[in-house]
């Protein structure tokens, strides 16, 4: 346990500034976003995940976001266990037909108001996977869509960017795309 | 071994790994089967393909694993049936079902004929792997599953899912309890199914590529490495020695990726926050070298057919050499940490067991199959380029619960940090990429051992290069089973701990 402690310890604190790098396209309205966050759920903005068929990349810096140099926790974002304690509703993947009952119910269990990201290129378009027997082609196709953010897949910075847009108000529809 | 030679129609298959591909038929096909299973081998896949353009039938298509390496049989269907597999190798029944929900061809004496991964949005009578297929428009209701029903004193259920409270992929588990202890778990898979396999016909080589490598996200150099090995098998195509180097470099470097991620939320599900923090500091270090280095964080679309896309920048080598010595220090002070913390000790002992005769039963494979005392490693057994020089070291442990699947990971590691070492140093120079002939038809197989388990590919080219069939197969698809076994007589919540110790891909088997 001491080793812990020490690991803990010499480590410091890793979190970076929130955007914790500044390339262009991030305006520097983040900061007047992030207050605007801070002003209206006060350090508590909850947000739910809705796998609808992605391949797990998504998911995978979706976890990353937790990693503690994003410090979301400092930002007031957490991921919560019930679309009842959501305010944002994450929907990665192209929407299998099979999900597509499962995200219209997790949608209308978030009470209002609410926004939705669409993550990922197979959020927004189906991506690869397209539309088929299998998949609906979006997420916009099955519930309205605050923002998208396109990426394969997006980088935890960009989900960020994607959260704190959406609750902002006042966004493009869509973030650019990712730069290489 | 003679028992190949004897019937001329099975022939080795050019390419990086030992396979025989060939024709039987459907009547030698359990003979086969039993012969394999006698020898101590397994069943990797059971799949099918519409060939009634050319043959005017079906095809069974079955790989197994033997003392040789890979064994494709192909077998010609007479009619729509074929004698089921599951009592030889258990893992085959979900195959049968996925076969019949995809191309309606009928398992004789299969117990089970639930659907699997059709839930409705196509209809019991449409096929979406027959070339005729017409999608139904507007897509199918879902339809009720009939979940086996337990029932006795005390006896209650409790379902779960497909939306779970995590960050998670999709899935319904059906919990029957007595109070806090399991008596059984029935999973229903499925929900992500995205035809895959539907989608890749026709497809050129360079936009399969992309697809293999969004099979299973947290896979994807995996399944690109055995996407390019079958298409190279067929085009009889030698990438150069430094691409394959830096092929194994990026699975490697995948492995360690995954497992530090798995760590970190083994800790978080264990209740300790503090060693999800160190493993996910550290991973997330590793994933910005691989963007700073590749490109990619995940290091998607690296591998292309005869080649690979981005060799090392001059210092990339002198950076991932110095990330080595860090990374592996770090690891070994965590791993020092867990076995000295009780209470965590205390949650993965004894946890979610898989013994070894039950492994071996049901054919598991991979990391948990290590756990469990199942010795398959491809690195090992059949080391490809540059595996074949650096015999690797294979973890295994005997004990099949939480701790051992903890502790193979940490073995694992520690050797593709040594892998890793020896790739940097010893990277030979050449071309990246062979240039890549026109298609033709034929048939090819890739093989790679994942971070996960074994990672397999068939593939089927037309006469035009184009894709006719491929069929990718996560070692998910075998070990899925294994999960319910091995939440038997736990707790309930004990479960999230269980299922994150094998840490399954739902993408990959639901395809």
């Known amino acids: ?180 | 071994m003679t028992r190949d030679d004897d019937t001329p129609e099975i022939t080795p298959l050019a390419g990086a790994i030992p396979a025989r591909h060939g024709i039987v038929a459907v009547s030698d096909l359990r003979a086969r089967s039993l012969t394999v299973k006698e020898q101590g081998g397994r069943l990797i896949s059971l799949w099918g393909s519409d060939e009634r353009a050319t043959t005017g039938g079906y095809h069974l298509q079955v790989a197994l694993s033997d003392s040789d390496g890979l064994l494709w049989l192909s077998v010609p269907l007479p009619s729509l049936a074929y004698p089921a597999l599951e009592d030889i190798f258990p893992n085959a029944a979900r195959m049968q079902r996925t076969l019949h929900d995809l191309l309606g061809l009928h398992p004789e004496g299969a117990r089970d004929l639930r659907p699997w991964v059709r839930h409705g949005a196509w209809s019991a009578h449409d096929f979406p792997l027959r070339k005729d297929f017409v999608p139904p428009c507007p897509a199918g209701r879902l339809e009720d599953y009939p979940f086996v029903a337990v029932t006795g004193q005390g006896v209650h259920e409790i379902p779960v899912g497909p939306v779970h409270a995590g960050i998670i992929e999709p899935g319904h588990f059906r919990f029957a309890v007595v109070g806090e202890r399991v008596l059984r778990l029935e999973e229903r898979l499925g929900y992500t199914h995205k035809g895959l396999e539907k989608r890749a016909e026709g497809m050129d080589l360079d936009t399969l590529m992309r697809l293999a490598g969004r099979v299973s996200g947290d896979s994807t150099v995996a399944f690109s490495w055995a996407t390019a090995m079958a298409a190279e098998s067929i085009l009889a195509l030698k990438p150069p020695p430094r691409a394959l180097w830096i092929r194994a470099l990026l699975l490697e470097r995948e492995r360690i990726a995954q497992h530090l991620g798995d760590l970190g939320y083994l800790c978080n599900d264990a209740g300790l926050a503090a060693g999800f923090s160190q493993f996910w500091i550290l991973r997330e270090e590793w994933l910005r070298t691989q963007q700073q280095i590749f490109g990619h964080r995940l290091l998607m679309d690296q591998i292309t057919v005869g080649g690979v896309e981005h060799d090392l920048y001059p210092d990339g080598a002198v950076e991932m050499t110095a990330e080595l010595g860090r990374v592996e220090l770090r690891v070994r002070q965590l791993d020092d940490m867990l076995q000295e913390h009780a209470g965590v000790q205390d949650r993965f002992l004894s946890t979610g067991r898989v013994k070894p005769d039950m492994a071996a039963r049901f054919g598991m494979i991979g990391l948990a199959g290590r756990a469990s005392a199942q010795a398959w490693d491809l690195r090992v057994q059949f080391p490809s380029v540059p595996y074949d020089h650096c015999d690797v070291r294979m973890a295994t442990q005997s004990s099949g619960d939480v701790a051992a699947r903890v502790r193979v990971r940490f073995e694992e590691i520690h050797e593709s940090v040594r892998l890793l070492r020896h790739f940097l140093v010893r990277m030979p120079h050449s071309a990246l990429q062979t240039h890549c002939p026109p298609g033709c038809k034929g048939s090819g197989a890739g093989w790679v051992e994942g971070w996960r388990g074994e990672v397999f590919v068939a593939l089927q080219l037309d006469a035009g290069g184009k894709v006719q069939r491929w069929h990718p197969v996560d070692p998910s698809t075998t070990n899925w089973p294994l999960v319910e076994q091995a939440i038997m007589g736990n707790i309930v919540p004990d479960f999230p701990l269980i299922n994150k110790s094998f840490n399954l891909s739902y993408s990959g088997q639901d395809l």
Not at chain 1, 51 to 72: F, K, T, V
Not at chain 1, 142 to 165: A, D, E, H, N, Y
């Open chain 1, 1 to 180: 346990m001491a080793g812990l402690l020490r690991q803990i310890l010499s480590l410091g604190l890793l979190g970076e500034a929130l955007p914790p790098t500044q390339p262009e396209w991030m305006s520097a309205e983040v900061d007047h976003i992030q207050q605007s966050v801070l002003r209206h759920f006060g350090r508590s903005l909850g947000v739910r995940l809705v796998d609808a068929g992605s391949c797990n990349g998504c998911e995978l810096e979706i976890h990353a976001l937790n990693s503690p140099q994003y410090n979301l926790a400092g930002a007031g974002i957490r991921f919560v266990a019930s679309p009842r304690h959501a305010d944002i509703l994450l929907v990665t993947g192209p929407v299998s037909r099979h999900m597509e009952e499962a995200l219209k119910r997790t949608y209308d269990a978030i009470p209002a108001p609410k926004w939705v990201v669409a993550v990922g290129d197979c959020g927004a378009t189906g991506g690869l996977f397209g539309e088929s027997y299998a998949v609906c082609g979006g997420v916009s196709r099955i519930i309205p869509v605050t923002v998208t953010v396109p990426g394969c897949p997006p980088s935890p910075l960009r989900l960020l960017q994607g959260i704190l847009t959406a609750v902002s108000g006042s966004a493009p529809n869509s973030l650019p795309p990712q730069p290489e």
